[in-house]
């Protein structure tokens, strides 16, 4: 995106990122269990995109709906989200979360569990308080899909020893730990502005698609990108032989090599001379083009055109 676009963009969401950072800072705190809750406000104090409360609200907004009222689911994702990026950070031994500590390194591992605890304590109370939609089928959508991203943490674990890799294995592991929780954000959204199973399922399509173009995309950028941006130290998850989409190719076009014995330049010139590094491109591109598909169908409104900018800022993204 230009210059023009991206403050314009900004601009636009302002208003949304307004409810939803008021709407966090509306939790509690006793000063007196300072362990607990000074890692919270942290963690939360800690600058983000906020995109899947945005994507709550835009998808209740776009439906009808005012996104005042669907300032508690929002509040919901994010603070489930919230929590299984303290919890991975752990499992992943991270030091740094966009550019700052992490929890389990500025306080210590025992403090991050209990940080995550309580994040997943708060969203539920957060989403409990919506007075719009069925709440009932809310509740039960979101416990699902709590456990499901729990899965896709567990898939992801199971193959940093698990050998070869294949590409189905993947996708259906960076469905469960990323995409649904786009997908989820999406649904609530419609969810409360109460719409019709259709309009439900459109959103779920959107949102699903987002997430996986958003996740292949993001495991390029941990090797392709610049840790200023990123806000991490780029070649992480090569570091920790993580399986990527990137060296699942790799490994099909070079299965005698150690590909985590490379450093992170030969590992870049070899995703551009053996075409992964476009096959990879091409698939991310796939599934944002089909997210745009999706916002194609909605009624004209100002919300959508929110959407389908937001859409194109997190496909040209460098962070």
Known sequence: MSLTETTELTARLAPYQELIESELSLIGYKSHISLFYDPIRYFLSIPGKRIRPLLVLLAAEALGQQAAHAR?????????????LVHDDIMDND??????????????????????????????????????GDLNAMARRFTETMIVICE???????????????????????AHKTAVLL?????????????????????KDYGYALGMGFQIQDDLLD?????????????????????????????????????????????????????VLQEVEQM?????????????????????????QLTKFIQQRKW
């Not at 954000?185 to 199973?197: F, I, P």
């Open 284 to 308: 991310y591109t796939a599934h944002f083009n089909n997210a745009y598909h999706k916002l194609d169908l909605l009624p004209a409104s100002s919300a959508k055109d929110i959407l389908i």
């Open 223 to 275: 090797i392709m990108g610049e840790s200023s941006a990123i806000g991490k130290a780029v070649g992480s998850d090569l570091q920790m032989h993580k399986q990527t989409i990137l060296t699942i190719k790799l490994q099909q076009r070079y299965p005698q090599k150690n590909l985590f014995n490379l450093s992170i330049d030969a590992f870049r010139e070899l995703l551009n001379e053996s075409g």
């Open 183 to 203: 997908e989820l954000s999406c649904e609530l959204g419609a969810m409360n502005a109460q719409a019709d199973e259709s309009q439900i399922q459109l959103f």
């Open 95 to 132: 030091d740094t979360r966009r550019g700052q500590l992490t929890v389990h390194k500025k306080w210590d591992m025992s403090t991050a569990i209990l940080t995550g605890d309580g994040l997943m304590g708060f969203a539920f109370q957060k989403l409990l308080k919506s007075s719009s």
């Open 72 to 84: 508690f689911a929002a509040a919901a994702v994010e603070l489930l989200h919230n929590f299984t």
């Open 152 to 174: 896709g943490q567990g898939q992801d674990k199971m193959f940093e020893d698990a050998g070869q890799i294949q590409e189905a294995d993947y996708l259906e592991m960076i």
